[in-house]
Structures are given as structure tokens and as C-alpha cells.
């Protein structure tokens, strides 16, 4: 196939991955995946060996869908006689070295963005707001581990004029190989929550694992770090002592560089008005909640510092869409009327929930019906676990949510802590209470869901979706 502007030669990638061509061939290629579900002609396939997955196993059908070759190691090339072969010590170590290379040749601006909460939607608000400034590279989904942060670097093309990145953990020490392979000119931290509480002694462990994001930034790079939130004094004194350039605090502290002065919530969109770098600016966002216009602060921070077109990045921001179980809105056809199905099933945690939770309390809803929130174990909390849950309690009570039903044991203190009025139906697992839940919506109803990945949510939204989701009407697809 004719590739007419490849992202890699062949020849270009062997050199980066110090690797050594093998039958034949396709010259130019067009992308890099380790997913043969996804994979496009003309793209390289590299067989990462994963926990549970070997990509070799893959490797035959990654070519007969089209692949341009495959990167495979030295110790299983054998298998693969007379095949389009990269052949390479080690895979995963390849995709890093092919990653490095990109970076390397990239005269690119690059924001780098971590976090205890918001990371994936700041980045794709930023690949919003950049993109009208010029061609905008953004990591996909959540590729932001030690296989997602170089797969998505290693597809950042030479003559692009914006990179966005994310960077996440789980342990301390994982954000500084990443951070050094991304080089970013800017980094973002959204803010310090209680996250991951179960690998680290406290939450001032968690702040020093995301101050790691300093330790690859560009001379003469900037941090942008949440003013509001209780441990910024912290990251501010670990970035000057990284010898980081410029420090921009963003929120509605008075101190703050870019600053919120006023949010007016609708139900599904919100008003902004702040103060960026002293420009005043009146924006709207695509999406309802106080947390996605703080992020947006350092949206519009990190666009202004990389040389974006700051009045088209605040623009932009109006076409802000929550992707799929972080705030997806979905009309219902339920019985006796339209309902709304608010999906937050991608993940969970303390303050993903508070923020989800308020989104509830605001979300319109029909002359008989009710706010219902259903949630899901929160995961990776470490000995507060059961305190946490119980605590949305207060947060359900302040929304005047009116009915909760819980799924699995942490949540279950959560159930022993509403009062009666409020308990919907309670589950050991999403399976069991999924049909609690769609017995029991009626017209009218706003229902959001919620629960950290692996307890199972996404199950209960999409059978809510194939039983109640309201059919796109005739015509062309928007």
C-alpha cells in the first residue's frame, strides 16, 4: 500500500530500535499498535508481552489484517519464517527506544499532565483547546502507564506543533522514567487526593510521587499546579527544588496566576469567568462541574505558556465532550418518560466521587423524577477504605440525591450509613444489582453510575444503554 506521509520508514525505526529488518517489508509505515482488534494497514505491530497477553501469539494476525511489519523478539523470530519482521532484543524496550526517537526528532511543544483525579479529561480538554493553533498529538484513552506513555510518544509524528501527554501511578517511582522519555515543556498536576492510598503511608507520599513530573521538564519548562489545593506549598517547594523555571499556581485563591472568578453550573454545560495570566476571559465549557472549570484553568495556563492562540483555546473549550464513563451523557427511554443515564463507570475515587456526586445534584430531572446515584467499590483506598465509603454519605445527603443502591463489600458501609429513605438496593457484585436497578427507574429519573474499573459498573451502564438508550433518529450521523 501507498503511505504518502509515514509516520516511521522501516529503516528508521530499526535504527531507533537498534533492531534488524527481516523478509518483506513494507518501506514506509503508518502507526504503531500493540492492538491487533485495532490495528490499521500500513501500521508496525509490536508483540508486547503482557501480564496475562503474549503479542506473539498475535503476530500472524496482525500481518493478514495488513500490518507493515511486525517487532518481534530475538528469542521468538524463529517462529515467524519469511514473515515482515523487526526483529528486536526485547519489545517493550524497543517501543522505548522508538519513543525516544520521536521525542527526539520532534521540534514539537510538549504538556505532560498528572494527577490524583482529572488527567484524562484535562488532556483532552488540552488537545481541544491547541488543536486550533496547529496539529495537536494526544495520547489516547489512558495510555499513560510504563507501555501506554511510549506507544503513544513513538506515534508523535516530526512536524507536529502540539504533544499532550498523561502520566499516571500507582507506586512511587514510576513517574520519572515516563516524565524523562516525554521531556514536556509544560507539566500539570490537577490536584492531590487520596488515591492509591494503599501503596503509599500517607497522602504527602502521593504528592512527592507526582512532584517526580518535575524531574523531566525541558530548561526553562514550567509546572502548573492547583493554588487551591492543601498541598500545593509542597509541590511548589519540590519544583524549585527541580530548578523549575517558572511555577503558575491556577484556582480561585486570590495568589493564584490564573484564576477562577466566577462559575455559573448549568445541567450539562458550565460558565467560566477567570483571569488568565491577566487577560480576563468569559468561556464556556461542554460539560457541568466545578472540578472540569478548575482544570480548565490549567488548560488555558498550559495553552498560553506553550504559544497557543489563547481566546481560540477558550473557544474550543465549548466542544468539550466527556468520553465514556467519565461523565457521558446518555438520554433513557424509561417507562412513563425520558430519563438520563450520567456514565461515570471508568473509575472512582474520594474526590472523583464527591465530584460526581455534585454533577448528580444538578442534573435536570422530570416532574416525578429522582436523582439516583449507583456506585461501586472504590478501590486501592489501603486501611481508610471502609471510613471513605461511609463518608459519601454526607456527600449524597448535601446533593439531595434520593435513592443510592451500593455494589460490593466497601461499598457496603456506605449502605449501613444512609438513612433508610435512601437505600435503593445494595449487591455483593454489579451483576446482582444490576437488575435492582433497572427495575426501579422510572420516567423522569437522572441516574449516575460509578465505581473504580474493576468493580464491574460498566456492566450496569451498558445494559441500561441496550434496554432504555433512546434511538439516534434517521438521518446522517453527527
Same mark, same amino acid.
Given at each position: 500500500m501507498s503511505i504518502a506521509n509515514p509516520l516511521w520508514t522501516a529503516q528508521e525505526l530499526a535504527t531507533a530500535t537498534r533492531g534488524r529488518l527481516q523478509g518483506a517489508v513494507q518501506e514506509n509505515i503508518a502507526g504503531v499498535s500493540i492492538d491487533t482488534r485495532t490495528i490499521a494497514p500500513g501500521e508496525a505491530f509490536v508483540a508486547i508481552k503482557g501480564d496475562r497477553l503474549d503479542?506473539?501469539?498475535? !503476530?500472524?494476525?496482525? *500481518?493478514?489484517?495488513? =500490518?507493515? *511489519?511486525? !517487532?518481534?523478539?530475538e528469542a521468538s523470530a524463529a517462529r515467524f519464517p519469511n514473515a515482515a519482521l523487526l526483529v528486536v532484543k526485547e519489545t517493550l524496550q524497543a517501543m522505548h527506544d522508538a519513543a525516544a526517537a520521536a521525542r527526539a526528532r520532534a521540534s514539537a511543544k510538549i504538556v505532560a499532565v498528572t494527577g490524583s483525579v482529572g488527567k484524562t479529561g484535562t488532556k483532552e480538554a488540552l488537545?481541544? =483547546?491547541?488543536?486550533? $493553533?496547529? @496539529?495537536?498529538?494526544? $495520547?489516547?484513552?489512558?495510555? &499513560? &502507564?510504563?507501555w501506554g506513555v511510549p506507544l503513544s510518544?513513538? /506515534?508523535? $509524528?516530526?512536524?507536529?506543533?502540539?504533544?499532550?501527554? @498523561?502520566?499516571?501511578? &500507582?507506586?512511587?517511582? @514510576?513517574?520519572?522514567? *515516563?516524565? +524523562? *522519555?516525554?521531556?514536556?515543556?509544560v507539566a500539570i498536576i490537577t490536584t492531590i487526593e487520596p488515591v492509591h492510598l494503599e501503596y503509599f503511608s500517607g497522602i504527602e507520599g502521593i504528592a512527592d510521587a507526582k512532584a517526580e513530573i518535575f524531574l523531566g521538564l525541558e530548561p526553562g519548562g514550567a509546572a502548573i499546579l492547583n493554588r487551591d489545593n492543601s498541598h500545593y506549598p509542597r509541590l511548589e517547594a519540590a519544583a524549585k527544588a527541580a530548578k523549575v523555571s517558572r511555577i503558575v499556581g491556577f484556582g480561585a485563591d486570590p495568589k493564584s496566576d490564573v484564576r477562577l472568578f466566577d462559575l455559573a453550573l448549568q445541567d450539562d454545560s458550565s460558565t467560566v469567568h477567570a483571569d488568565?495570566?491577566?487577560? +480576563?476571559?468569559?468561556? +464556556?465549557?461542554? =460539560?457541568?462541574?466545578?472540578?472540569?472549570?478548575m482544570n480548565a484553568l490549567a488548560v488555558l495556563a498550559a495553552s498560553k505558556l506553550m504559544g497557543a492562540d489563547l481566546a481560540q483555546a477558550a473557544l474550543a473549550l465549548a466542544n468539550l465532550v466527556p468520553p465514556p464513563g467519565r461523565g457521558r /451523557?446518555?438520554?433513557?427511554r424509561l417507562p412513563g418518560g425520558e430519563g438520563l443515564l450520567i456514565d461515570e463507570s471508568y473509575n472512582a475515587n474520594p474526590a472523583s466521587m464527591a465530584a460526581a456526586i455534585e454533577v448528580l445534584s444538578r442534573a435536570p430531572v422530570g416532574k416525578q423524577g429522582r436523582r439516583i446515584a449507583v456506585l461501586g467499590d472504590m478501590l486501592e483506598l489501603g486501611p481508610e477504605a471502609l471510613q471513605r465509603h461511609a463518608e459519601l454519605a454526607q456527600n449524597l445527603a448535601s446533593? +439531595?440525591?434520593?435513592?443510592?443502591?451500593? $455494589?460490593?463489600?466497601?461499598?457496603h458501609s456506605l449502605w449501613e450509613a444512609l438513612p433508610s429513605g435512601m437505600r435503593g438496593g445494595y449487591a455483593e457484585n454489579a451483576e446482582a444489582l444490576e437488575p435492582q436497578v433497572t427495575a426501579a427507574l422510572q420516567g423522569g429519573?437522572?441516574?449516575?453510575?460509578?465505581?473504580? &474499573?474493576?468493580?464491574?459498573?460498566?456492566?450496569?451502564?451498558?445494559?441500561l444503554v441496550q434496554k432504555f438508550d433512546v434511538p439516534a433518529p434517521a438521518g446522517n450521523p453527527v
Open positions: 503479542g506473539h501469539d498475535y !503476530v500472524k494476525s496482525a *500481518l493478514e489484517k495488513g =500490518a507493515s *511489519l511486525a !517487532v518481534v523478539d488537545h481541544l =483547546a491547541l488543536s486550533p $493553533s496547529g @496539529e495537536t498529538h494526544a $495520547s489516547s484513552a489512558s495510555f &499513560n &502507564n510504563h510518544l513513538s /506515534r508523535l $509524528s516530526r512536524d507536529i506543533k502540539f504533544g499532550v501527554f @498523561e502520566i499516571g501511578m &500507582n507506586h512511587a517511582g @514510576e513517574i520519572t522514567p *515516563l516524565v +524523562k *522519555l516525554v521531556r514536556p515543556h488568565v495570566f491577566g487577560e +480576563k476571559l468569559m468561556f +464556556k465549557l461542554g =460539560a457541568p462541574g466545578k472540578h472540569l472549570a /451523557r446518555v438520554p433513557l446533593g +439531595k440525591i434520593d435513592l443510592v443502591f451500593c $455494589s460490593g463489600s466497601l461499598m429519573d437522572a441516574v449516575m453510575v460509578k465505581g473504580s &474499573n474493576a468493580s464491574g459498573m460498566g456492566r450496569i451502564v451498558m445494559s
